[in-house]
Every structure is written in structure tokens, then in C-alpha cells.
């Protein structure tokens, strides 16, 4: 299997813009992760869902972020605009099912100048 | 109160010894628990999983479980300086629709 594949690896942005993070999940997992990673806040759970579903955004940070996952095989991560402080390393994660071990991708680093 | 807390170290060690890592959960409805392992630059990587009371080995891991005290550990033998990396404990909550939440990650550092 290929594991969990996001893109892009890195991206540089300007303020203001608009960025889209993307994910495809282990075939066959039923569940799917977006977290976020800083020095100062660890790793942040920031939305996940079932069966294509949102279960759960309380984390995202803003109403400048918003998540989907249109099918079992793809899900984005999207900010506008987006601004300095979202420099961070994203990642997405999938498991089997909502009980189970997640497998993270190889992250997004997302520097906003 | 943070919903998983661990140490953040650096936890130092010399090569060949045993390394411990400890970590509490403050929702008694959490009901899977896992280690990952996180070398600087790199993604998370699942090293154990452990669903029930007791221990649980594999290789030169063992991961202890104490739901009545919230408490989940992590002990590697044989510390190696290629076990030097972060180790991240994450708790997953079946009652709300399977929420896996990270710790801070406790920093070890395994001197050859």
C-alpha cells in the first residue's frame, strides 16, 4: 500500500492568499485526520471524519479554515486567507476505522510570508 | 487540565538502558492508546498500540495500561542512540466518534 499521500510537500505562500492542502487516505480507512504542528502548540487535532462525514471541527482555529471530503479517497485542507501565523507543518492521518492505529502522511510545510 | 499529558524531557539515557515514558488522559471514556515516535523533520510513526489493563511487549517495547489511574507508559530495553527521537502519546475516545488526541511528545536522547 502507499500509505497516506498529501500535497504539496512544502509550500511558500503570501499573506492574504489562498492555500489548499491535500490528502489521500489508506484505501479501505474509513476515518481521516487533519492535524497541525508548531513548537509552541504540539500537535493539534484539527478536524476528523467518518465515512466521509465531519464528525468533529472544534479545532479548527478560524472560520479562515475549512476542511472536505468530497470521497473515501481524497479529502482538502483549505485556508483564505491565509495569514503568518499558519506557518506550520500540517498532517493528515487516516485509520481503518475510528477505533483503530492512524497513519500519518508525510506532512505539508506551509510557510505564509 | 490538558486531555493528555506527558513529560516533555528531554529524557537522557545511556545506550543500553531502560527508558521510560509516562503519560496521563483526563477522559475516563478513552478507550484506545498508542505510541508514536517522531524523529525531527519526520511524520509520526506508530510503534505500539495497547487497548486493555496490563502490559504489552514487542520487542524491546513494552507498553503498560492503568485505566482506573488514567496512566499509560511506555518502557524500551536496550536503549539504542537511534531511539533518540520524540515519543508522542495519543489517546483515542470511541464515544466521540473516535477523537485521537496528541500529547506534547517527551524528547529522548540515548548517549552512545
Known sequence: ?113 | QKEVEQNSGPLSVPEGAIASLNCTYSDRGSQSFFWYRQYSGKSPELIMSIYSNGDKEDGRFTAQLNKASQYVSLLIRDSQPSDSATYLCAVNRRNQGGKLIFGQGTELSVKP
Open chain 1, 1 to 113: 500500500d502507499a500509505g497516506v499521500i498529501q500535497s504539496p510537500r512544502h509550500e511558500v505562500t503570501e499573506m492574504g492568499q489562498e492555500v489548499t492542502l491535500r490528502c489521500k487516505p489508506i484505501s479501505g480507512h474509513n476515518s481521516l485526520f487533519w492535524y497541525r504542528q508548531t513548537m509552541m502548540r504540539g500537535l493539534e487535532l484539527l478536524i476528523y471524519f467518518n465515512n466521509n462525514v465531519p464528525i468533529d471541527d472544534s479545532g479548527m482555529p478560524e472560520d479562515r479554515f475549512s476542511a472536505k471530503m468530497p470521497n473515501a479517497s481524497f479529502s482538502t485542507l483549505k485556508i483564505q486567507p491565509s495569514e503568518p501565523r499558519d506557518s506550520a507543518v500540517y498532517f493528515c492521518a487516516s485509520s481503518l476505522t475510528r477505533n483503530t492505529e492512524a497513519f500519518f502522511g508525510q506532512g505539508t510545510r506551509l510557510t505564509v510570508v
